[in-house]
């Protein structure tokens, strides 16, 4: 069973920086694409950041691009979301997100491809 666990949220000021952590277990992590979602109270969750299986692709949503750095550690079977420059509109709850199909060419930006959730980690964003 595939489990995911976010760490690294909390209170930061605008201008800020946090690192966000995902540990995932349960398959071999290497083979699929992850990704960083976030829902703020009242909006639609959406996809801020997502990483090729082999860590050589990257999407990033407008608003975060240049700001925010995803990576992965294939070997430790971690994830990290570098976030930078915050602002009070990163505000929100942020999810780890696990593809289901293995070995997907692409990076997808939408939660219909991903299988597996994270229970999430708040990120507040003071001004």
């Known amino acids: 069973q595939v489990q995911l666990a976010e760490s690294g949220g909390g209170l930061v000021q605008a201008g800020g920086s946090l690192r966000l952590s995902c540990a995932a277990s349960?398959?071999?992590?290497?083979?699929?694409?992850m990704g960083w979602f976030r829902q703020a109270p009242g909006k639609e969750r959406e996809c801020v950041a997502a990483?090729?299986?082999?860590?050589?692709?990257?999407y990033y949503v407008d608003s975060v691009k240049g700001r925010f750095d995803i990576s992965r550690d294939n070997v430790k079977n971690k994830m990290y979301l570098q976030m930078n420059s915050l602002k009070p509109e990163d505000t929100a709850v942020y999810y780890c997100?696990?593809?289901?199909?293995?070995?997907?060419?692409?990076?997808?930006?939408?939660?219909?491809?991903?299988?597996?959730w994270g229970q999430g980690t708040q990120v507040t964003v003071s001004s």
């Open positions: 990483i090729s299986w082999h860590g050589g692709s990257t």
């Open positions: 349960g398959r071999t992590f290497s083979r699929y694409v």
């Open positions: 997100a696990a593809d289901r199909v293995p070995f997907r060419p692409v990076v997808p930006g939408t939660s219909e491809e991903y299988d597996y």
